[in-house]
Each structure stands twice: as structure tokens, then as C-alpha cells.
């Protein structure tokens, strides 16, 4: 075989090789894109599900701030650092 022939041999395996990492990449992505539009339609209906669920019955964080007071917590009081010549 000739220098010219393998050459031409060399170039049209890279080819080849080019073009079947291009064909996988690109059926990669087109089933990300897939994965990615139904992710987006299950998290979009979760949400308007969620909206109306808040409507029905209040929503909980609202109402859960108002019972446990500004901090959140409930009995808990801050632990002021006395000084040492303070009387115990």
C-alpha cells in the first residue's frame, strides 16, 4: 500500500471517528433536552398543585410565625453574659 493510500486511509478513519462522537453527542443532548422538558412540566404542575393547595388551607409558614414569635422558637430565652463583678 502506498504512503498516499494509508494516508487517505488515516484521514477517513478520523472522519469517521469525528462523526460518530458527533452523532452521540448530539442524541446525548437531544435526550437531556427531553429529560429536562418533562422535569420542567412535573415540577410546573407540582407547583400549580401546590398553589391551590396553600389557597384551600392557608399557607403554614404564615401561621407558623405568627404562633412561635419573631425568632421562631419557642422558649427560648438570650443568655446575657454577666459580668464579674456581678453578684450571683
Known amino acids: 500500500m502506498s504512503d498516499e493510500r494509508r494516508y487517505d486511509e488515516s ?3 478520523r472522519a469517521n471517528r ?4 458527533l452523532t452521540a453527542t ?4 437531544r435526550i437531556a433536552t427531553a429529560r429536562d422538558k418533562r422535569t420542567n412540566q412535573r415540577r410546573a404542575a407540582r407547583d400549580s398543585s ?3 393547595e396553600r389557597e384551600r ?3 403554614r409558614s ?3 410565625a405568627g404562633e412561635l414569635g419573631e425568632d421562631r422558637q419557642i422558649g427560648v430565652r438570650p443568655n446575657p453574659i454577666q459580668a464579674p463583678d456581678t453578684e450571683r
Open 11 to 13: 484521514i477517513r478513519r
Open 18 to 21: 469525528a462523526q460518530e462522537r
Open 26 to 29: 448530539l442524541e446525548q443532548s
Open 50 to 52: 401546590e398553589g391551590l
Open 57 to 59: 388551607r392557608g399557607s
Open 62 to 64: 404564615t401561621e407558623r
